[in-house]
């Protein structure tokens, strides 16, 4: 093969998803192709045109809008158009527009089917293109069709097949079984009066609990079912339903809302939507009693990542599904912890802060997390049991896989194992009088999450947070000042300023100079509105209708968040898929032009809204 | 355009020089020419470059030749050619320092006139795109004349010529290499090429070729003889 034709090969063996097809495949694609040249701006399809080949971008940039104007896609180099054509006997569904001088490799329609019909992976892909699947830059409005991502965007509430079937407690065994016979059901929720669910009863049960023990079928069905069973929430999403399935070992879960059973949802449900690499590798976890063997679970967490981000998976997703292993993790040592020092001699709660608070972890992260106990805690008398469960869970953690803060800030130092009262103080201080060094601490504990023991003890700690935080502008002004030192990468004419020298030579931290950023505005945000969220996204979404940021600006930071975060994460893909450690560094010419034109546009976002928040708090703090 | 070049390209010399062609050439003479009042999209085009022994069609001989067609503005890689060519005299080092190609390699390789019997019929109908086409259009006419009796008239888009017309028209001082066909390319978005050998630079050619029609006729109206040489 000619070099120029190996070079094409060479192009396609980069993008997904002609790497899937084996090299002697690959090597006979370029002489099957025609290379066409488009100028920006040039329509290239329109709804019904004659399409007869696939198109690859080669170099440049289009846009893909319905035939009503609505933005559907942005592609860039490597990715593909005309793939609906393909599944529609060669009529184009949508309008195809260049917005950059482009340069495409258009495959012949008889060559693409030959090649979906010949490699399964090759056409999963594309069907699952042709079907509804478009993405863009920004605007994902895609049904996903990968399970976990199914799982990701599908509600409980629409899990729900069908009427709740439920009996009241009065009922017997032989009532039960009976009508459950008749309803063809798996389980019956057990009521009292008007609705309100004591219990649930399930198949198993008719045999463990009746059969077995050779039960009288006349005896109430009280005596038999699993009361006050855990239940989820109609707007949870369907993984969360599965997680709760699989760590408490249940397969029917009740669906309640305001106190009331709107149904159930089995794992069929959930399952017949096929098995989850992500909930496996929890309920993984979840059996392991060694800390080495945990690790060998989330040294996978990469591999879930590519595979996430190559799905088409949003960073909101894929933070949410690798956030949920740390989570794992942590309640399994807790347990472990537990069953060898015995039962906690006052209550307590295990937060965790930072990314893993915002459930935004990537695939590096260290580990932030505190103790709040009770303040019927004694030093003396419980010290050392939380010091022993502090270290025996950061240690462990450490194992899995995240590493210790390297600023301490963890349970196992004694500042930040510490009951009620003293959190009380602490947050005092911070609030009522800021210095620079405990602004460094607000952007960790001020994104605390339960993870695990007695939530109620951080109940009331975090409305003292949101309400003092809210009312005390001095804080906020001391805030803003932090967050604004935080510089984006961008010079005077709007071009990138680079690390210079060093390891990272000409490169751009997406982490300290576009996530944190970010992460910081809309803190501030949610903070200085007595918004209780702590995810990213859900802070945005939290303050979008209120005054203290625009709109505009709040939907502007919320995709340019999306998009500098899916590009950290691309990055990172990149490098696990060359099997390089991730890092936060990218050099710029590793992105098409027309990346690199949206990275930029949305480090401007960031700016504006810098500086618009500069001025709304004057220039005071640090 | 100087008088001489009018005539070589006229239809009467044309006529001329076909009663003398033989063999292959006198084949590619029968064909009737690309229309030039025809729309560049409903031409057909070849792009070709060729590598030599030295710069003088005279002394020097082509080694290598590399090829690619162009129907309704699309590069079909399907007829990608590159043929080896071997040469009557020994390589000379500084050709082969250039070329990289070895008396070795062109030791099996076909005459001249064969490689001209497999690529005539190519070019026939269809219309040259060469970047820099004097080097093209005086190696392989002066090996017409000695394999077939006769010149080779054959319409012609240099794509060099096009580029300095489009940079006159901007008015921007010219930047030296900026003729390059890497630095051409390379402004008109196309992807970054090695150059290896007769073949890669001809699909080279043939890129920047679509992005310098793009530009001119984004209605599909442009006809041929506005952009010949």
Known sequence: ??????????????????????????????????????????????????????????????????????????????????????????????????????????????????????????NYFFAQMGGERLRSGMQLIESRDDDQLKLMSVRVADLIARNLVSIDKSATILDAGKLMSKERVSCLLITEGDAEVVGIMTDRDLRNRVVAQGRSYDDPVTEIMTANPISIHPDEYAFD??????????????????????????????????????????????????PADMAKVIKQVPELLSHLIEAGATSQNAGHIVTTLSDAATVRLLQLAEERLGPPPVPYVWMAGG?????????????????????????????????????????GLNTVG???????????????????????????????????????????????????????????????????????????????????????????????????????????????NGVVPIVDLARIHALANGVDAVNTFERLHAVKSLPSISKQGASDLLDA????????????????????????????????????????DAFSVIKNLQNALENAFGKSGT | ?????????????????????????????????????????????????????????????????????IRQLGVDFSSCEHILVRPTQELSESSVVVHRIFDSDVANAPDIKTALEHLLPQMAGRVLISHHAPIELGFLGQACKQCFGAPLQIPTVDTLVLALRDLHRSGQPMKSGALKLDSLRRSHNLPPFRAHNALSDAIAASGLFLAQIAKRDPKGELELNRILR
């Open chain 1, 1 to 122: 093969m000619s070099i120029e034709l190996e070079e094409i090969a060479e192009f396609l063996k980069q993008h997904h998803p002609f790497d899937l097809l084996p090299d002697d495949e690959i090597n006979t694609l370029p002489k099957r192709l025609t290379a066409r040249y488009f100028r920006a701006g040039t329509k290239v399809l329109s709804p019904e045109q004659q399409c007869l080949h696939l198109y690859i971008i080669r170099t440049g940039g289009t846009e893909t809008r319905d035939p009503d104007g609505l933005l559907l896609a942005r592609l860039s180099e490597g990715e593909c158009f005309g793939v609906r054509a393909m599944f529609r006997n060669g009529k184009a569904a949508n309008n195809i527009t260049t917005l950059e001088d482009s340069l495409c490799y258009l495959l012949p329609e008889k060559d693409f089917h030959d090649l979906a019909g010949k490699y399964p992976q090759f």
């Open chain 1, 241 to 290: 339903a599965l997680l709760t399935m699989t760590r408490h070992n249940v397969r029917h879960l009740p669906v309640m809302k305001d106190g009331k059973a709107v149904g159930v949802i089995t794992t069929n449900n959930l399952l017949a939507r096929q098995s989850l690499s992500a909930v496996y590798m929890a309920g993984r976890i979840g059996k392991l009693t060694d």
């Open chain 1, 355 to 395: 990314s893993q608070g915002r459930q935004e972890q990537t695939a590096l992260s260290d580990q932030d997390n505190c103790l709040i106990i009770d303040d019927a805690y004694d030093p003396e008398q419980h010290g050392e049991w939380f010091r022993a469960l502090a270290d025996f869970v950061c240690d």
């Open chain 1, 402 to 512: 995240y590493v210790y803060c390297p600023g301490d800030m963890m349970a196992k130092t004694d500042q930040w194992r510490q009951p009620v009262r003293v959190w009380q103080q602490y947050f005092n201080k911070w609030i009522e009088q800021p210095e620079p060094k405990s602004l460094m601490l607000c952007s960790v504990w001020f994104d605390l999450r339960p993870i695990h023991g007695t939530k109620s003890l951080f109940d009331n700690l975090h409305r003292l947070i949101v309400s003092k935080a809210r009312d005390n502008r001095i804080f906020q002004a001391y805030m803003v000042g932090n967050a604004l030192s935080h510089h984006v990468p961008l010079g005077f004419f709007k071009n990138f300023v680079m690390i210079r020298g060093g390891e990272h030579d000409s490169t751009l931290d997406l982490k300290h």
């Open chain 1, 561 to 600: 968040f999306e998009f500098i975060s899916i590009t950290r994460l691309k990055h990172q893909v990149r490098q696990i898929r060359r099997g390089d450690a991730p890092d936060n560094f990218l050099h710029p010419e590793s992105l098409s032009a027309f990346e690199r034109s949206h990275l930029k």
């Open chain 2, 1 to 69: 355009m100087g008088l001489r070049q009018k005539i070589v390209d006229s239809r009467l010399y044309r006529d001329f020089i076909q009663r003398k062609a033989t063999g292959p050439l006198r084949a590619y003479y029968d064909i009737p020419p690309a229309d030039p009042h025809r729309p560049v999209g409903e031409t057909e085009f070849i792009a070709l470059d060729l590598e030599t022994t030295g710069l003088d069609p005279k002394r020097d001989e082509i080694v290598s030749l590399g090829w690619v067609i």
